[in-house]
């Protein structure tokens, strides 16, 4: 058990709707990173947070949206979804003294249909 | 091209071999190299990690680096049935406090006992 906890387990939903992915990292972990691994795609870096504030960008569309609040919990916004959007989202966490040490959850698997 | 490339295998080994694992890379200035472990539909486990160029030893893993050449590798001696998964490689720049990771697409390890 790495720490870190993802909700849900599980979502299915319908083409065009939009759900929350939530995430909370480590205890005393300031840093918050958005995965999504797909078959095709392989394990690619959405989106990281540090203490609140947005720190670095990858390929996350403009559909997608983050944000990681004062308690340093953090949702990933998913909307317009699109059946290509199914795959397994992790959330990962650093702490501040070993930030190339990230700590994934157990992810949410995402099913649009 | 991929930034990272990683043989998807998958292999399969019979228990006590020794195995080799390896990635290449493009970019010079990756700094962080990590090998996570991946069981099935699970969230990635941070393995080791290494600092640059060397090696580095824990237990029955060995990661190394060649910066020069652009290649890693893990060894995994003793290798058991447990060790059975995905084994994934990642590198990071650094750049202030962002810290994204670009994975290899997995080498999938079977140890036949």
């Known amino acids: 058990d790495s720490g870190v906890t993802q909700t849900p387990k599980h979502l299915i939903t319908a083409t065009g709707q939009r759900v929350t992915l939530r995430c909370s990292p480590r205890?005393?972990?300031?840093?918050v990173y958005w995965y999504q691994q797909s078959l095709d795609q392989g394990l690619q870096f959405l989106i990281q947070?540090?203490?609140?504030?947005?720190?670095a960008k990858g390929n996350i569309l403009e559909r997608f949206s983050a944000q990681q609040f004062p308690d340093l919990h953090s949702e990933l916004n998913l909307s317009s979804l699109e059946l290509g959007d199914s795959a397994l989202y992790f959330c990962?966490?650093?702490?501040?003294?070993?930030?190339?040490?990230?700590?994934f959850g157990p992810g949410t698997r995402l099913t649009v249909t | 091209q991929k930034e990272v490339e990683q043989d998807p295998g998958p292999l399969s080994v019979p228990e006590g071999a020794i195995v080799s694992l390896n990635c290449t890379y493009s970019?010079?200035?990756?700094?962080?190299f990590m090998w996570y472990r991946q069981y099935s539909r699970k969230g990635p486990e941070l393995l080791m990690y290494?600092?640059?160029?060397g090696n580095k030893e824990d237990g029955r893993f060995t990661a190394q680096v060649d910066k020069s050449s652009k290649y890693i590798s893990l060894f995994i001696r003793d290798s058991q049935p447990s060790d059975s998964a995905t084994y994934l490689c990642?590198?990071?720049?650094?750049?202030?406090?962002?810290?994204?990771?670009?994975f290899g697409s997995g080498t999938q390890l079977t140890v036949l006992p």
């Open positions: 990642a590198m990071s720049l650094v750049s202030g406090s962002a810290r994204q990771l670009t």
């Open positions: 290494t600092y640059s160029s």
């Open positions: 947070y540090y203490n609140g504030e947005e720190r």
């Open positions: 990962a966490s650093s702490g501040q003294g070993s930030m190339h040490e990230q700590y």
């Open positions: 205890s005393g972990d300031l840093s």
């Open positions: 970019n010079s200035a990756f700094q962080y």
